[in-house]
């Protein structure tokens, strides 16, 4: 059994057809049927009914070839990872709003600098989308924070984000020097989308309290939310490094909540089973002793 005749197999299934798996791959039918008679025979099974002159997977070849595609997409990374000195490489980076926002154009900037070869793409989404796009390989891997669901994933952190609650330079909670959560009772909410919400340890804590607010403002869209917030539209969520520049400018204020302060890990994951290419390791690297290592990040937020 050879990796030859385990392609051989998945085209048949793909194609339905021993004459069209025959004509994919540029080879005759004979030698299509003879691979798929070698397997058959080394295993004991039937791979394919033979039906009308159609064909179609038994229960022990639908079991095959889960593990075929498994096996030959595990061959084409090993020789990706074999060709890498010679090959341009890609990698595919997910992110979500905050990384986005705060910092992954850093982190570009210096991959691009030690990887001049590979061609990197990102795209930036909530996270519970980002955590789908991994499982199912769309990127390579994701800097996202919150917890992570998912038992099929290898989540590494990378540094500690804090989260706090804001209103706008007029608001009337902007002047208050110590904010309890009755305070904020019936207050108008800007939130993000649910995507979102899921991993936001704070509203988490409003529901634990039973804190009633009035979801008033619901986006997608960070500056969208900002912009609600500065125009006194009502109080919102975010990661303090995401609001550093408006809070500095005056235009948003950090509430003091009493007793509370929350932080959560921004974290570097990727499929539990995915290897680890060269460009992934350097990212990886580039996180762990760039100025994105957790004591710089959290003096950053301070």
Known sequence: MTIRHLKIFTTVADEGSMSLAAKRLHISQPSVSQAISDLEKYYGIRLFERLSQKIYLTKEGELMLSFSRHILDSFEQMEEAVNYAAEKTSLRIGCSVSVGTCFINDILDEAEQKMPDCEISVIVSNSSDIEQAVL??????????????????????????????????????????????????????????????????????????????????????????????????????????????????????????????????????????????????MIKEILEGGAYNRQQVLKAAR
């Open 136 to 281: 199912s390989n769309e990127i390579d891997l994701g800097l996202v924070e919150g917890i992570m669901k998912s038992k099929d994933l290898l989540i590494m952190p990378v540094c500690e984000d804090e989260l706090v609650v804001v209103c706008g330079k007029n608001h009337e909670l902007a002047k208050e020097k110590n904010v309890p959560l009755e305070m904020l009772k019936g207050q108008n909410y800007i939130s993000r989308e649910i995507g979102s919400a899921e991993r936001n340890q704070i509203e988490k804590i409003f529901e634990d309290y039973g804190l009633q607010l009035n979801k008033t403002f619901c986006s997608t869209n960070t500056e969208a939310i900002k912009n609600a917030v500065i125009r006194g539209r009502g109080i919102a969520i975010f990661s303090k490094r995401v609001v550093e520049r408006e809070c500095a400018e005056g235009q948003i204020v950090i509430l003091p909540l009493e007793g509370i302060t929350v932080t959560r890990n921004i974290n570097m994951v990727i499929h539990k089973n995915k290897y680890m290419s060269a460009s992934i390791k």
